[in-house]
């Protein structure tokens, strides 16, 4: 099983929908990006969160740690065709600086 | 311009052959990463180094071997144990601490014929 677990795996919403993906673990979380990626590409940083219950946003996606700082969503309010990828929450679960990924979810958005 | 540089972008090996993909940053960062992609996945950890010349295994480094000689440099060599090596390799660099940000390169798309 993996250490992060994204949800869902997959996603296909109308565009000017809002939508969230969630990123879990049994672990805490020391420190948790999110990424966006197109397939083949390299990453993007969209955002790291550190403290439980912080809150980032840009443009039109927020990014939330949980209290625990064992679960992470992220939110996209109003989607569009650019919202479009792979995204991946990444995270040290050790504190030893082994920095490991979610299996991704794939957003399509229509438009 | 600082960055991360991956080469090649793409690479084509024949079955039982070593091959090394480059992985070079100029971030100045102690930390480098290699993961492993495949279609419809996440990133799977394969190694990554904290600082030079030493370096631990992630969760897939069974046919695959590192080096860390150099700051800059990070080489990932997939050797001819690994029996499925076809993928999309990523190579990654980050600073000290557990919350500062991570840098990828393009990736090497390995294909072994």
């Known amino acids: 099983s993996q250490e992060l677990e994204q949800s869902p795996q997959s996603l296909i919403v109308q565009e000017g929908k809002n939508l969230t993906i969630n990123c879990t673990s049994s672990?805490?979380?020391?420190?948790l990006y999110w990424y966006k990626q197109k397939y083949g590409e390299g990453l993007i940083f969209l955002m790291m969160?550190?403290?439980?219950?912080e809150e980032k946003s840009h443009e039109k996606i927020t990014a939330k740690l949980d209290e625990k700082k064992q679960q992470s969503s992220l939110h996209i309010t109003a989607s569009q065709p650019s919202h479009a990828g792979i995204y991946l929450c990444g995270a040290d679960t050790s504190n030893t600086g082994k920095l490991i990924f979610g299996q991704g979810t794939t957003l399509q958005v229509k438009p | 311009d600082g960055g991360i540089t991956q080469s090649p972008k793409y690479l084509f090996r024949k079955e039982g052959q070593n091959v090394t993909l480059s992985c070079e940053q100029n971030l100045n960062h102690d930390a480098m990463y290699w993961y492993r992609q495949d279609p419809g996945q996440g990133l799977r950890l394969i190694y990554y180094?904290?600082?030079?010349?030493?370096?631990q295994k992630g969760d897939i480094a069974e046919g695959y071997s590192v080096s860390r000689e150099k700051k800059e440099s990070f080489p990932l060599t997939v050797t001819s144990a690994q029996k499925n090596p076809t993928a999309f390799y990523l190579c990654?660099?980050?600073?000290?601490?557990?919350?500062?940000?991570?840098?990828f390169g393009q990736g090497t798309r390995l294909t072994v014929v």
């Open positions: 969160l550190q403290k439980g219950g």
């Open positions: 180094s904290q600082i030079v010349n030493d370096f």
């Open positions: 672990k805490t979380l020391y420190g």
């Open positions: 990654a660099s980050k600073g000290q601490g557990s919350v500062t940000e991570a840098f």
